[in-house]
């Protein structure tokens, strides 16, 4: 398979990860999947976290870097983000991945994305790790980083992941797969059995949602990119215990409002 194609073995995510103790969060959440190396969109998350109504952590699912292929830009994203929660993307793991590999950008395409998207996000990624690597830019940290983030948030148990629950670059929780309906089932099945209420999850860069019987599976599509068509604005999924005035979605599962957030960076 070709290279932004293949989903590396090593992006399997083992069962055993969802058997631990969600730990108690009990402070709003806001999950920042896909900020792609975008600053100003960083900048309105900070903005957007002050004038919250109540007090929200800051969580990266991944994919932080992306356009981002200067090494004081990298860096200063770097700086910003390592006080806040983090978890692996497919973009951070090529980062670190060392070898002959073909594994190009590690997005793990699906057969709907065409070639020329696909070659595309190879030559970004490459491009990306040539600067790294030329400017000797420290990424060992990323190896700390997990695959998936579990919260227990006002008492709702949240699992934070990058693609799906089965591999960090899967495609299982995409607008296309959500739609049918053995994958719903599956989904369904596998948050029971972990007692998950909801999965927030990114990767795919367009946003969907599916509403169990009393599950959530929320996908932001990206926040330092327009997810939505016709506007240019990123997204990010927030809980809380107050509804957000600006919600462009909101639903309340046991006390805590799951929502979407536009990221109205600034585009001048
Ligand atoms: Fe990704």
New binding site residues.
């Given amino acids: 398979m070709r290279p932004g194609r293949l989903c590396p073995s090593d992006y399997a995510i083992e069962e055993k990860v969802y058997e631990k103790d969600f730990p108690d969060h009990d402070k709003g959440l806001y999950i920042i999947g896909?900020l792609y190396g975008n600053p100003y969109a960083l900048d309105e998350i900070e903005a957007m976290q002050v004038r919250d109504p109540e007090p929200v952590s800051l969580c990266f699912n991944?994919?932080t870097h992306w356009f981002d292929c200067d090494p004081d830009l990298f860096q200063d994203l770097e700086e910003r983000l390592n006080c806040h929660y983090r978890s692996l993307?497919?973009?951070e793991a090529e980062l670190l991945r060392t070898g002959d590999q073909e594994i190009g950008c590690g997005?793990a395409y699906p057969s709907s994305t065409s070639d020329a998207a696909v070659s595309r996000s190879n030559a970004i990624h490459k491009r990306l790790k040539e600067m790294v690597r030329e400017s000797q830019i420290p990424v060992d940290s990323f190896q700390n980083l997990g695959k998936v983030q579990v919260f227990t948030v006002y008492g709702l148990r949240l699992l934070v992941l990058?693609?799906d629950e089965k591999f960090l670059?899967g495609w299982g929780c995409s607008a296309e797969s959500l739609q049918e309906p053995g994958r719903q089932q599956e989904l369904e099945a596998f948050m029971e059995s972990y007692q998950i209420d909801v999965i927030a999850c990114?990767?795919t860069c367009s946003q969907v949602i599916y509403e169990g019987k009393a599950t959530l599976v929320i996908n932001n599509g990206s926040a330092g990119m327009g997810t939505l068509a016709g506007d240019p604005a990123g997204l990010i999924i927030r809980l809380g215990q107050v509804a957000h005035p600006d919600a462009i979605y909101s639903k309340k599962m046991n006390h805590v409002y799951v929502e979407l957030l536009r990221v109205a960076y600034d585009l001048d």
């Fill in positions: 896909g991944g994919d993307g497919n973009v997005c990058h693609g670059a990114t990767h």
